[in-house]
């Protein structure tokens, strides 16, 4: 396929307008954890990206970063340097010596609480790049359901076009699917023209077969893209967990036609986890997923390693983090 | 390509391993390698050599030296001249050579992963990550072994002078398979490595020069099969254990017949990978890119043989496809490929020939829609589906990254197509129902079953074949009684025969044939007369008749609980009673009592996984008895074999057949079944070709001197296991003959 041809492809993608519950679906669903694993420990043994690759890759590593803050103590001032950084997340000087200004890189989106939507889409106008909020209870999903769905449609309407729901872990722990569905569905329905990614709360979940279900309802339920983590579970995004998601998201294409996306957060920190996640996307669900429009990465440290990395392909020297702009 | 191409494609570009070192390396070796003999580098005797390929370029690499009769002794008598000190070294020091070499290669780690990379052609990624960790964890592990001989195996002393040959497809790492046991239990080793894949054996003797191992401890001679054939014909060799193709097995075999050597082989599979509709369907197929996509295929355990739930088949086969379409064919020195090259052109056409083959005969074929590399020698990875058993590429070894698809009905059925082989060296199997797993598991003939994962390998686990694929195990304690002699029995001969013999009756007696349960008539419808009395003349329609019976008994007894099994056998120990022979009861009494006590056991590998051994029988056993001990040594060996699941077909002594005879009457009137204990009298002449050359008969026992080279040398057909015995046995290598070690990896965790 040309890279006309994807284009064309990646400017059609059709939104996942979700399926009726699919129960039997959901029961045929098995996951094997050993196997899972050696997967997921030997697929970055298995791809190596180097030199010019690997500064291209990071690159789109950073476009497809969902620049984060969701601190108790976030204030306008540290949301507005947020946003300054995702619009200019390398040093122009680098970019050149890269040979890399044109891509024009920036990252995927800015991601914050509903408090912060607001201050950040100011600070983002005219830039293209979209505000992602937090709702829903988030990080616990357990406040009022009718709030929730308010949170949603505030956030919506204070300029977020991404909307970062939790789901109700006890619907996945106690296997009560039609509620899960139910419960995302209203979601879907709140989110209206904003996309919805669907945090699973993979840490919270139990077992990997539960990580599986619970993903194939959301998908079902009409999410556009389904994510691992809050950020906020003892446990965050971990390749066995993607391999399992992504999976779900090969089969729900196959069965359905509509691709959904994916987005793995919290404890993505390194350049070399960046390009991990890259080479899962690319080698499990093809080359549309190693784009913004179908792939995130949740982070708030990451670019800042990234940068160091792109500073070594440009002189050859190890950098440090004093050396590069900080959010 | 300028960066923002790759951006917007997003290719994986190339990821070179540097070579350097490893070249350097034959360069100041001027790239020409002697023989290691005697602890330093000769040059061939008689100066013939030839040359090494790298199978992704096929430029040279180096010349080596073509070992000859010359080399071959040289080696032999270093290796004899070594035995005596290395052995008497004890068991701590030889432990820490061991332990030195796998220091050592672990420092070298990448030197030698490099090499064989080179040499070979499969990925630097496997060899790396593989390979190399396995060679080192293979000395380490038995470097244990040789300090805990003493205890572990006590009495235990070390068989020779080993002669070792092994493949091309994991050079180092069946050099590790062989060189670590031999070494830890005191024996020397004259090993040859596959002519195209020398380099690291070289690196190797380099190490074992390094260390101060001994001069002739480790000896190694290259050279091709013809270099092969003199060590397996060289008289100073005490054992020969030799790891490649059925073919070349079959010819070892018969070379050492009746020369008194200790063998083990380990063969060719056509293995099977059993994906149930109840599996996690995505990591069966990624699984299969293990089995089947790893080194090229050319793996004796692939799993070669997909046999999927007809429920899921169309479901599997697609993500298969899918899947072959994400592999990456290259430069093995690429960190981001996943099949290499093929070892040399005469295997790349062979696996052409054989796909064409496969075409002909009705399968569909696919093969992902890009190219290989043109230069060296590649083969993409190839899926024949719709293949049927009966078609030629169900039933061969193909030995590249083709893999054959049929589909089955239920579990059943998937047992039978999975052991519709000669061979039984691994499988697979897919299902997250442990009931499925267990059950399957037991019925696969095959030493190794790996659960809801594939090609799995530990130096604590031992790994060898049913049937064609061999015999022996290279690995865990099973795989030390390879290289070690265990000390004499002491039990006594017998003198109860005697007593039966003179047993007079006034009325003539009738002895026929005890076949199937019932006494038969021989077929020749002739009688021998031996002591005065008339005994049946079995004939090879006999055998055949007893063959027979073993067989159709042989599942249903094995299938009776070990506590069933010596419920029987204590019974029979009771009637014996009635012949007034203390030590033939009591040799049955022991039996009896040891039916439930061949425990297996549970091997600690680096995993989390449940890596359990299980003794199982052999299947159907012949025993052709000596004169000696007419009584107890038919006894002792025919009840060891039956107490642990395995069907008899025993030719009684010939010169004394009365003892057997007269068990009959205590066999009919006991609770076996029937055709699990057959006794035929007669010509040994006359029977035992044709038990030795039976293809359904699983192992012969020979304690009779006058058909032993003949009985190992018609094993080859089928390569059923053969023991030569003399004198009393020890009711412990009794047993061990009669069972066969399984290993069922389960890899577990929710």
Request: a negative charge; charged letters at 20%; proline letters at 4%.
């Amino acid at each position: 396929m040309s890279v006309q041809d994807l284009h064309g492809l990646l400017n059609n993608i059709q939104r996942n307008p979700g399926i009726p519950l699919d129960l039997d679906w959901v029961d045929s669903i098995r996951i094997n954890r050993s196997a899972v694993e050696r997967r997921a420990a030997t697929l970055p043994a298995r791809r190596s990206v180097k030199k010019k690759n690997q500064v291209a890759w990071l690159l789109r590593a950073i476009s497809c970063i969902d620049l984060t803050t969701l601190g108790g103590d976030d204030t306008p001032g540290n949301v507005q340097r947020l946003c300054a950084k995702a619009k200019r997340p390398v040093r122009s000087d680098l970019l050149e010596t890269l040979g890399a200004e044109s891509i024009g890189v920036r990252v995927g989106a800015v991601c914050v609480y509903h408090a912060m939507v607001s201050t950040a889409v100011k600070a983002l106008a005219g830039s293209g790049i979209p505000v992602a909020a937090v709702a829903a209870g988030f990080p616990h999903g357990l406040s009022p359901f009718q709030q929730r769905v308010d949170e949603i449609k505030a956030s919506v309407a204070a300029g977020a076009s991404e909307i970062d729901i939790v789901i109700t872990r006890a619907h996945v722990l106690t296997h009560d699917w039609r509620a899960l569905y139910d419960e995302i569905a209203a979601f879907r329905e709140a989110c209206g023209e904003a996309h919805l990614k669907t945090i699973l709360a993979t840490g919270e979940l139990g077992t990997l077969t539960n990580v599986g279900k619970a993903s194939a309802v959301a998908m079902m339920a009409g999410a556009d893209f389904i994510k691992t983590s809050t950020g906020k579970e003892s446990v965050n995004a971990t390749l066995p967990v993607g391999l399992v998601m992504v999976r779900q998201i090969r089969d729900y294409e196959a069965q359905t036609g509509f691709k959904v996306g994916y987005k793995p957060a919290g404890g993505i920190r390194t350049a070399k986890q960046s390009l991990d996640w890259l080479i899962l996307m690319k080698e499990e669900l093809g080359d549309a997923w190693v784009r913004n429009e179908l792939f995130r990465i949740g982070a708030s440290s990451l670019l800042s390693d990234i940068e160091r990395q792109l500073d070594h392909a440009a002189t050859g020297h190890y950098s440090a983090y004093n050396r590069h702009p900080m959010p | 390509m300028s960066i923002l191409e790759i951006y917007e494609e997003m290719s994986y570009g190339t990821a070179p391993e540097g070579a350097e070192v490893a070249q350097k390396w034959l360069g100041d070796h001027g790239r020409t390698f002697g023989h290691f003999i005697g602890g330093r580098f000769v040059l061939a005797a008689e100066g013939k050599s030839f040359e090494t390929l790298s199978p992704s370029t096929a430029k040279v690499l180096a010349t080596l030296a073509q070992g000859t009769a010359q080399d071959v002794d040289a080696a032999v008598s270093a290796a004899s001249v070594a035995r005596q000190t290395w052995w008497e070294l004890g068991g701590y020091p030889r432990g820490k050579f061991l332990y030195a070499i796998a220091r050592q290669i672990q420092k070298h780690a990448r030197l030698f992963a490099v090499l064989e990379s080179l040499d070979n052609g499969k990925p630097i990624r496997e060899t790396r990550d593989l390979d190399i960790p396995l060679v080192v964890r293979h000395f380490y592990h038995h470097a244990g072994w040789a300090d805990a001989m003493e205890t572990e195996l006590p009495g235990g002393t070390p068989v020779g002078v080993c002669g070792q040959i092994i493949p091309w497809n994991f050079p180092l790492l069946m050099l590790a398979w062989k060189v670590a046991p031999a070494l830890a239990m005191g024996n020397t080793v004259v090993l040859k490595p596959a002519e195209f894949t020398s380099l690291t054996a070289l690196l190797f003797a380099e190490i074992c020069d390094h260390v101060g191992l001994p001069p002739g401890v480790v000896n190694i001679v290259t050279g091709d099969g013809e270099t092969g054939r003199l060590i397996v014909d060289h008289p100073g060799v005490d054992k020969i254990a030799f790891t490649g193709s059925t073919e070349v097995g079959r010819i070892i075999r018969k070379a050492t017949a009746g020369t008194g050597k200790k063998l083990s082989l380990e063969l060719g599979g056509k293995s099977p990978y059993i994906i149930f509709e109840d599996s996690d369907i995505d990591s069966a197929v990624e699984g299969l890119v293990d089995a089947i996509w790893f080194n090229q295929g050319q793996v004796c355990c692939a799993g070669s043989r997909l046999l999927i739930q007809e429920s899921v088949a169309d479901r599997v086969l697609a993500k298969v496809k899918a899947r072959m379409g994400k592999l990456r064919v290259g430069d093995p020195l690429d960190k981001s490929i996943d099949i290499g090259a093929i070892v040399a052109p005469v295997q790349l056409e062979r696996i052409a020939a054989l796909v064409k083959q496969g075409v002909d005969e009705g399968a569909d074929m696919f093969q992902p829609a890009w190219n290989c590399p043109s230069e060296g020698w590649f083969y993409p990875p190839t899926l024949l589906s719709n293949v049927s058993p009966s078609a030629t590429v169900a039933q061969v070894e193909i030995f590249g990254p083709v893999l054959v698809a049929m589909t089955f009905r239920t579990h059943k059925e998937a047992v039978e197509l999975a052991n519709n082989t000669p061979y039984g060296l691994a499988a697979s199997i897919w299902t997250e129902s442990v009931n499925l797993a267990h059950d399957v598991a037991s019925k696969l003939k095959a030493g190794t079953v790996w659960v809801n994962s594939t090609n799995l390998f530990d130096a604590a686990s031992g790994f060898g074949g049913f049937r064609e694929s061999g015999y022996g195990r290279e690995g865990g304690k099973e795989g030390l009684v390879e290289y070690v002699r265990h000390p004499k029995s002491t039990r006594l001969g017998d003198d109860e025969s005697a007593k039966i013999a003179a047993l007079s009756h006034s009325i003539d007696r009738t002895h026929k044939l005890y076949v199937g349960g019932k006494q038969a008539r021989p077929d020749s419808g002739y009688s021998l007369t031996i002591n005065g009395q008339e005994f049946g003349r079995g004939n090879r329609k006999d055998v055949r008749n007893a063959v027979e019976a073993a067989r159709s008994a042989q599942s249903g007894w094995a299938a009776n609980s070990s506590h069933g099994r010596a419920q029987v056998m204590f019974y029979l120990a009771e009637n014996l009673q009635t012949l007034g022979t203390e030590s033939a009861v009591q040799s049955v009494f022991s039996v009896a009592s040891r039916c439930d006590k061949m425990d297996g056991s549970a091997h600690s590998v680096p995993m989390r996984a449940l890596c359990y051994t299980v003794n199982e029988p052999v299947g159907v056993i012949g025993i052709v008895c000596g004169d000696e001990r007419p009584l107890n040594e038919f006894l002792e060996l025919a009840c060891g074999a039956i107490a642990m699941g395995n069907t008899v077909v025993v030719v009684a002594s010939e010169a004394n057949p009365l003892p057997a005879v007269e068990i009959y009457r205590i066999l009919e009137t006991s609770d076996i079944p029937s055709g699990v204990f057959n006794i035929l009298t007669g010509l040994r002449k006359e029977m035992v070709p044709t038990l030795a050359e039976h293809e359904d008969v699983d192992a012969v026992w020979c304690f009779s001197p006058d058909v032993a080279t003949e009985v190992e040398r018609m094993s080859v057909s089928n390569l059923k296991q053969t023991w030569i015995g003399s004198g009393p046995q020890d009711i412990k290598t009794i047993l061990g003959h009669a069972t066969q070690v399984k290993n069922v990896w389960v890899p577990y965790g929710e």
